[in-house]
């Protein structure tokens, strides 16, 4: 069975303070997926991350995919009050489903 | 064109009645996804449809849960005799089937409460 943990949690930090989420499984996947979701909406993907290795960067958000595509991570350099909100990670498995991780719930405070 | 739309947005029912979910995929898009996520956390897979294929439904948590995709489009899932235990909120999400991507796009979600 195909597992990814997400941690932290929950995180909550001052505004302009850096943070790291990670995501792991011992298992490979072909691709992981990142999203954001705000309460009362559905979750919206912010990247897809292929390669091992691969490093990605939206804005302030950096991606990262482990060199043997079991983990990844996500970055956020000088955290806003608007990057709040839960993130999922989510990896590609067989049939176009995807493994969720539980999610980290990300508050900013100004 | 527009996003997947969901609806009831808002869903309150007392324990023992039926309810109806529906969504609206995103034109084109030939896969559909049911999902349930609990207050905060991460999402559990419920079923998923793929075309004309028949559909996944081995994240069904009880006999109750069923879901129909009528003309390959809109889709409805139906909680049975509903418990206490089933409130959450339902996310539907499609998925265009081109070129392997596996990018899902969500719904707003129904809120469920079962009193």
């Known amino acids: 069975t195909q597992l990814l943990e997400q941690s932290p949690q929950f995180l909550s930090i001052q505004e302009g303070e850096n943070l790291t989420v990670y995501c792991n499984s011992s298992?490979?996947?072909?691709?992981l997926q990142w999203y954001r979701q705000e309460p009362g909406e559905g979750p919206v993907l912010l990247v897809t991350?292929?390669?091992g290795g691969e490093v990605k960067k939206l804005k302030r958000l950096t991606f990262q995919f482990g060199d043997a595509r079991k983990d990844s991570s996500l970055h956020i350099t000088a955290a806003q009050p608007g990057d709040t909100g839960l993130y999922l990670c989510?990896?590609?498995?067989?049939?176009?489903?995807?493994?969720w991780g539980a999610g980290t719930k990300l508050i900013i405070k100004p | 064109g527009a996003g997947v739309s969901q609806s009831p947005s808002n869903k309150v029912t007392e324990k023992g009645k039926d309810v109806e979910l529906r969504c609206d995929p995103i034109?084109?898009?030939?896969?559909l996804y049911w999902y349930r996520q609990s207050l905060g956390q991460g999402l559990e897979f419920l079923i998923y449809f793929q075309g004309n294929s028949a559909p996944d439904k081995s994240g069904l948590p009880s006999d109750r849960f069923s879901a129909e995709r009528t003309g390959g489009s809109v889709s409805t899932l139906t909680i049975q005799r509903t418990q206490q235990e089933d409130s959450a909120v339902y996310l539907c999400?499609?998925?265009?089937?081109?070129?392997?991507?596996?990018?899902?796009?969500f719904g707003p979600g129904t809120r469920l409460t079962v009193t």
């Open positions: 034109s084109g898009h030939t896969a």
């Open positions: 298992s490979v996947f072909s691709s």
């Open positions: 989510a990896g590609a498995a067989s049939n176009y489903q995807l493994i």
């Open positions: 991350v292929v390669t």
């Open positions: 999400a499609s998925r265009r089937d081109r070129g392997g991507s596996y990018e899902q796009y």
